[in-house]
C-alpha cells in the first residue's frame, strides 16, 4: 500500500501521565477531545488542546504528557511510502492546528479495521485514513485562498488514488479533469506535498506492483496491467530505475528464504 493505517486508539489519562519518550518512524496524529495535555514537537512544548491536532512527521521524537487534570484524546498512526506526503497534500506538516471536533465514529470505525484480518480490512483502514484527513483539513483552512488551494490538492490526490490503474491516466488527464493549466497544477502539487505528480503517480503504481509481485502469481504482463502501465517493458524499465532490479529479480529476491 503507498500508505496504509498502522495503529488506532482512543485514551483517557490522569493528571500527570506521561508517554515513553521514543522516536517515530511514521506519521503519528494525536486528537484532543477532552482537557489539556503537553506534546512537545521539534524542541518545542505545546499545550494539546480539545479541537487541536498534533502531528508527528517520521524521524520526530514523540513526547506527550498530561497537565493538572485528566487528559483525553485520540490518535493513529500512518506508514507506507506516501503517508507523509499525503498528510503535507493536505496542508499539514509537523505541529499544532485547530481542526474542530473530532470524528470519533470513524476512530471507532477504524479500530475495528485495523483489528481485522486480510488485505480488504487493511484497504478500508487506509481510506477512513484519508477521511479523518479530510475531516481535518475542512476545519483547519482560514481563508479563502487556502482554502482553495487545500481543495485543489486534495481532489487531485482523491483523483489519483482512483485513476493511477488506468494506463491512460496522466498528469495531463488530471489538470484537464481539474480544469487547471498543467503547470501550475504540478507547481502547487510539489509546494504542497514535496514531490512531483509524475513521481507521486509512478510511486502509487509501483507500490501496489511490488504488493502483487510478492504475493500474487500473477505474470508479469498481467501485474503491468493492473499497475497502470501498457507497456510490460516500460513497468520493467521504471522498475528498475526506482527499486534497483526488474520484476523478475524482485520476485525471485522477495521469495528467496532468508
Avoid at 57 to 69: F, K, M, N, V
Avoid at 168 to 174: K, R, W
Avoid at 190 to 216: F, H, K, P, W
Avoid at 233 to 256: C, D, H, V, W
Amino acid at each position: 500500500m503507498p500508505f496504509s493505517a498502522r495503529s488506532v486508539g482512543h485514551h483517557t489519562v490522569p493528571p500527570g501521565w506521561a508517554d515513553e519518550v521514543f522516536r517515530v518512524h511514521h506519521v503519528a496524529i494525536y486528537w484532543g477531545l477532552r482537557g489539556k495535555g503537553g506534546i512537545e514537537i521539534g524542541g518545542g512544548k505545546h499545550q494539546l488542546d480539545p479541537e487541536q491536532i498534533g502531528i508527528y512527521l517520521p524521524g520526530s521524537e514523540q513526547i506527550l504528557y498530561a497537565l493538572d487534570e485528566p487528559w483525553e484524546y485520540c490518535w493513529w498512526t500512518m506508514d507506507g511510502p506516501m503517508a507523509e506526503q499525503i498528510v503535507r497534500s493536505f496542508g499539514f506538516t509537523q505541529g499544532i492546528y485547530k481542526v474542530g471536533p473530532a470524528p470519533l465514529n470513524y476512530i471507532s470505525a477504524l479500530e475495528c479495521m485495523i483489528q481485522g484480518p486480510g488485505r480488504q480490512n487493511e484497504i478500508s483502514a487506509s481510506a477512513l485514513v484519508y477521511q479523518l484527513l479530510c475531516v481535518a483539513a475542512q476545519h483547519h483552512a482560514t481563508d479563502a485562498e487556502s482554502r482553495k488551494h487545500a481543495t485543489l490538492i486534495e481532489r487531485a490526490t482523491e483523483l489519483i488514488l482512483a485513476s493511477w490503474p488506468d494506463p491512460a491516466f496522466s498528469v495531463e488527464h488530471l489538470a484537464d479533469e481539474l480544469g487547471i493549466h498543467r503547470s501550475t497544477l504540478a507547481r502547487r502539487f510539489r509546494q504542497s506535498t514535496g514531490t512531483t505528480l509524475t513521481d507521486y503517480i509512478t510511486a502509487m503504481r509501483l507500490q501496489n506492483a511490488v504488493a502483487m509481485l510478492r504475493e500474487t502469481p500473477l505474470s508479469m504482463a498481467e501485474i503491468a496491467a493492473q499497475c497502470g502501465y501498457a507497456d510490460p517493458n516500460y513497468f520493467s524499465k521504471q522498475m528498475k530505475i526506482k527499486l534497483g532490479m526488474p520484476p523478475s529479480e524482485f520476485r525471485r529476491s522477495a521469495r528467496t528464504p532468508t
